[in-house]
């Protein structure tokens, strides 16, 4: 499209003028001009040529002179419409009045051709410079409304509602995941295999943002499609692993902890695909981690066996499952959160209930990177099987 350029001025010659100097520009279709003689006749102008962005004004006009216009172009607010004034060289001071008025550059008469098209070119480059930024800002407005809406699609997957079965009082659960950004690659689930059997899985997708947000709705729709079959926790795993073999184009993997606690017994049967270990609460408030099966993260290498464990939850005993975000946290002095301290602040708080454990390590994980922008998911799933 060419550019539409309005010349306003009441000199009756200059539209031949103009019209002769830029024959070859206004024949390629590079420029179009528009003229008006005065700054009412150039405001009717812009309602019928609301494509107009670049406008040679004089400043000595009938009914509206040229510093009037700019005033009114101004209350326009359009910032990809350009003024340059065209007046004589000894008509300074009002040339000045009309750069400090927003005018983006000044043309002296009488009008030296050569330089009044090295200041259209330069200017209509300056515009075409806006009009880039502005469509780039339009492009990230609209990713930022799709990364809202995935980030929502995202959080509506997961569990968010607790107590998510009131019926059962034999065990209390409780889970949540705040992502580095729109959108991560962490999650958790709990689902009833049956009346006395419940699933708990937690994960951690290889990577960030939009591909690890996919990667995660893949892994955890497949684990969970699986684990309902009432497979072994191993054999879940296993499987799983090689459907993602099968469909992971891109080189990523996922992290796994897949565990079976059967309300009826209190035993735990689990396997972990390169998870952190989770921590076992003790009813006397001790903490221990739980013995790790090392079997490898899933997408990795196809054709491998996850090896399980198990274990007794007693009444008041319960587990807590967390992904590296909790643990590999920043503070300001680029120190990470560790082990160690997550285990302290664990320790002695399986007297309060789960959801205070859960919000506990939320709130000294987000103390202790105050400041710090979040590098990584953090995402925790805890469960407590009740005392008798």
Same mark, same amino acid.
């Given at each position: 499209?060419?550019?539409?350029?309005?010349?306003?001025?009441?000199?009756?010659?200059?539209?031949?003028?103009?019209?002769?100097?830029?024959?070859?520009?206004?024949?390629?279709?590079?420029?179009?001009?528009?003229?008006?003689?005065?700054?009412?006749?150039?405001?009717?102008?812009?309602?019928?040529?609301?494509?107009?962005?670049?406008?040679?004004?004089?400043?000595?006009?009938?009914?509206?002179?040229?510093?009037?216009?700019?005033?009114?172009?101004?209350?326009?607010?359009?910032?990809?419409?350009?003024?340059?004034?065209?007046?004589?060289?000894?008509?300074?001071?009002?040339?000045?009045?009309?750069?400090?008025?927003?005018?983006?550059?000044?043309?002296?008469?009488?009008?030296?051709?050569?330089?009044?098209?090295?200041?259209?070119?330069?200017?209509?480059?300056?515009?075409?410079?806006?009009?880039?930024?502005?469509?780039?800002?339009?492009?990230?407005?609209?990713?930022?409304?799709?990364?809202?809406?995935?980030?929502?699609?995202?959080?509506?997957?997961?569990?968010?509602?607790?107590?998510?079965?009131?019926?059962?009082?034999?065990?209390?659960?409780?889970?949540?995941?705040?992502?580095?950004?729109?959108?991560?690659?962490?999650?958790?689930?709990?689902?009833?295999?049956?009346?006395?059997?419940?699933?708990?899985?937690?994960? &951690?997708?290889?990577?960030?943002?939009?591909? @690890? !947000?996919?990667?995660?709705?893949?892994?955890?729709? +497949?684990? $969970?499609?699986? %684990?309902?079959?009432?497979?072994?926790?191993?054999?879940?795993?296993?499987?799983?692993?090689?459907?993602?073999?099968?469909?992971?184009?891109?080189?990523?993997?996922?992290?796994?902890?897949?565990?079976?606690?059967?309300?009826?017994?209190?035993?735990?049967?689990?396997?972990?695909?390169?998870?952190?270990?989770?921590?076992?609460?003790?009813?006397?408030?001790?903490?221990?981690?739980?013995?790790?099966?090392?079997?490898?993260?899933?997408?990795?290498?196809?054709?491998?066996?996850?090896?399980?464990?198990?274990?007794?939850?007693?009444?008041?005993?319960?587990?807590?499952?967390?992904? &590296?975000?909790?643990?590999?946290?920043?503070? @300001? !002095?680029?120190?990470?959160?560790?082990?160690?301290? +997550?285990? $302290?602040?664990? %320790?002695?708080?399986?007297?309060?209930?789960?959801?205070?454990?859960?919000?506990?390590?939320?709130?000294?994980?987000?103390?202790?990177?105050?400041?710090?922008?979040?590098?990584?998911?953090?995402?925790?799933?805890?469960?407590?099987?009740?005392?008798?």
């Amino acid at each position: 499209m060419p550019e539409r350029i309005m010349v306003v001025d009441d000199e009756p010659d200059l539209e031949s003028l103009i019209r002769q100097r830029f024959r070859r520009q206004i024949r390629d279709g590079e420029y179009d001009f528009v003229f008006a003689y005065n700054g009412l006749e150039a405001l009717s102008r812009l309602l019928e040529f609301p494509d107009i962005n670049l406008i040679l004004s004089d400043i000595n006009m009938p009914e509206m002179d040229g510093l009037t216009l700019l005033a009114k172009l101004n209350e326009l607010k359009n910032p990809n419409l350009k003024t340059v004034i065209v007046s004589a060289y000894g008509d300074m001071d009002n040339i000045r009045t009309a750069m400090n008025r927003g005018a983006f550059d000044f043309v002296t008469k009488p009008v030296d051709f050569t330089d009044l098209e090295t200041t259209i070119n330069k200017t209509i480059r300056e515009l075409q410079i806006l009009r880039q930024a502005q469509q780039e800002h339009d492009q990230l407005l609209a990713i930022q409304h799709d990364l809202t809406i995935a980030r929502n699609i995202q959080q509506s997957i997961l569990p968010k509602v607790f107590p998510p079965f009131p019926e059962r009082n034999d065990f209390d659960i409780y889970a949540g995941m705040t992502p580095a950004k729109e959108v991560g690659g962490d999650f958790y689930d709990f689902f009833l295999i049956d009346k006395d059997r419940l699933g708990l899985v937690i994960g &951690d997708v290889s990577g960030k943002g939009i591909p @690890a !947000a996919i990667f995660m709705a893949v892994s955890r729709t +497949l684990l $969970k499609a699986t %684990a309902l079959k009432g497979l072994p926790t191993g054999e879940c795993l296993s499987y799983v692993n090689e459907l993602i073999c099968l469909e992971s184009t891109a080189s990523m993997f996922v992290t796994i902890f897949y565990g079976i606690f059967n309300t009826t017994t209190g035993e735990l049967e689990y396997a972990n695909g390169g998870h952190n270990p989770p921590y076992l609460l003790k009813a006397d408030g001790s903490v221990q981690l739980l013995e790790m099966t090392n079997g490898m993260a899933l997408g990795v290498m196809e054709e491998l066996d996850y090896q399980m464990k198990s274990i007794a939850l007693h009444s008041g005993d319960g587990l807590f499952l967390y992904t &590296d975000g909790v643990t590999e946290a920043f503070n @300001a !002095a680029g120190q990470i959160y560790t082990d160690e301290r +997550l285990a $302290k602040l664990l %320790a002695g708080s399986n007297t309060h209930p789960i959801k205070e454990i859960v919000q506990k390590v939320f709130q000294d994980v987000h103390e202790y990177s105050t400041g710090i922008e979040q590098s990584d998911d953090i995402t925790i799933l805890a469960m407590r099987r009740s005392a008798d």
